[in-house]
Nanobody, 125 residues
């Protein structure tokens, strides 16, 4: 089992930045790819970003490419999502996930095995 705990969400203004963290415990975090997904009220959960187990490959949704950066520190069992130039449409609950995924699986929520409880990000205009 892997337990994931997100932190770093909050209320910010458009154009501001936030850094989300995902702290992992349990089985070796470095074995798993990590993804970030988000879900706004009344909308389906959507892919935001993902990173391979080694950190060597990263993947982004078009809507966040160039603004968000995913990273990980396997020595600290922690993953990160740096979010810059935030927009009101980025408002959502953000969830980190871990799993053994590859290829198109990075973009697919049901391919991930472990999930955190989420952290809210609200961006005001």
């Amino acid at each position: 089992q892997v337990q994931l705990v997100e932190s770093g969400g909050g209320l910010v203004q458009a154009g501001d930045s936030l850094r989300l963290s995902c702290a992992a415990s349990g089985r070796t975090f470095s074995r798993y790819a990590m993804g970030w997904f988000r879900q706004a009220p009344g909308k389906e959960r959507e892919f935001v970003a993902a990173i391979s187990w080694s950190g060597g490959s990263t993947y982004y949704a078009d809507s966040v490419k160039g603004r968000f950066t995913i990273s990980r520190d396997n020595a600290k069992n922690t993953g990160y999502l740096q979010m810059n130039s935030l927009k009101p449409e980025d408002t959502a609950g953000y969830y980190c996930a871990a799993g053994i995924v590859s290829g198109s699986g990075y973009y697919t929520d049901f391919k991930y095995t472990y999930w955190g409880q989420g952290t809210q990000v609200t961006v005001s205009s």
